[in-house]
């Protein structure tokens, strides 16, 4: 295949979006991980200083910049990909076999991924801007918080609480995000492996048990982020 038609055909465009979802899963990982550290029932310190950490390296800014130009690809990939199957089955399905045909969130992926990019904008603008550019005309301005070392770091924790606690309104809408991860997952954590040409059956249902497990465990963790913040669990 040759570069052009990574972006052309429609194996390449597959292939994008698979690479591209697989990259975006491994960052799932990280983050859920950083931000488990708010259990530590600490007041936040050990999550200040690994979000820090993960803020401050060379390494993890240049990831960055590779994060967001996947988001990109995958999104405006996914687009594409979503218009051009509409105009090849003409507007709707013209038999409806419901779920024998196919699973309703594997049909509802464009919708699905709809739904989590407005999540990322709100989500972006609560905390990446804060964090990276000082927030928005002052709103949202991070708190400088230090800890034994005397080096002042963001109180990115403090920044949850104060856009989780008492704000249910907010609360919903992460676990509306949350949801649309999930069942995003479900469909999309196993077709990542078949398009990049994962075809053996064997290895194919135990991608298939993995997916299901990180559909459900990864959303849920993050789900209960603000949830927790909200109820007080931690303060
Ligand atoms: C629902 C619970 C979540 C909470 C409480 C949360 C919290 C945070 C915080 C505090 C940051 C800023 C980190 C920093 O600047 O160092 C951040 C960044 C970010 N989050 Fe989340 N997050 C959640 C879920 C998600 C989900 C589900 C996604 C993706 C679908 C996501 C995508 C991002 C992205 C793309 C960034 C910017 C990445 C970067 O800083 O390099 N987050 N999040």
């Known amino acids: 295949m040759k570069w052009s038609e990574l972006f052309t055909s429609s194996i390449g465009k597959k292939m994008v979006m698979g690479l591209t979802g697989l990259f975006l899963i491994s960052f799932l990982v990280v983050h859920v991980g950083v931000n488990s550290c708010i259990w ?31 988001f990109f690809l995958h999104i405006i990939q996914g687009f594409i990909l979503e218009f051009q199957n509409r105009k090849k089955r003409g507007i709707a399905y013209k038999v409806n076999y419901g779920n024998r045909g196919s699973k309703w969130y594997s049909r509802s992926m464009g919708l699905l991924g709809t739904l989590i990019l407005l999540f990322l904008i709100m989500h972006i603008y609560h905390f990446w801007t804060p964090s990276r550019l000082g927030g928005i005309a002052g709103i949202h301005e991070l708190q400088p918080v230090s800890y034994e070392s005397g080096k002042e770091i963001h109180n990115l924790y403090a920044e949850m609480l104060s856009v989780f606690q008492d704000n249910l309104l907010i609360v919903i809408l992460y676990v509306i995000g949350c949801i649309s ?7 999309g954590f196993q077709s990542a492996f078949r398009s990049i040409g994962l075809y053996n059956n064997r290895y194919l249902k135990i991608v298939y048990a993995i997916g299901v497990g990180f559909s459900i465990i990864v959303p849920l963790a993050f789900a209960m982020m603000p949830i927790s913040m909200y109820l007080h669990w931690v303060d």
Do not use: C, P
């Open 181 to 187: 991860l999930a069942w995003h997952l479900m469909h």
């Open 40 to 70: 530590a029932n600490d007041n936040g310190e050990m999550f200040n200083k690994a979000a820090h950490f993960m803020g401050s390296t060379i390494v993890v800014r240049i990831l960055e910049v590779g994060l967001f130009a996947g």
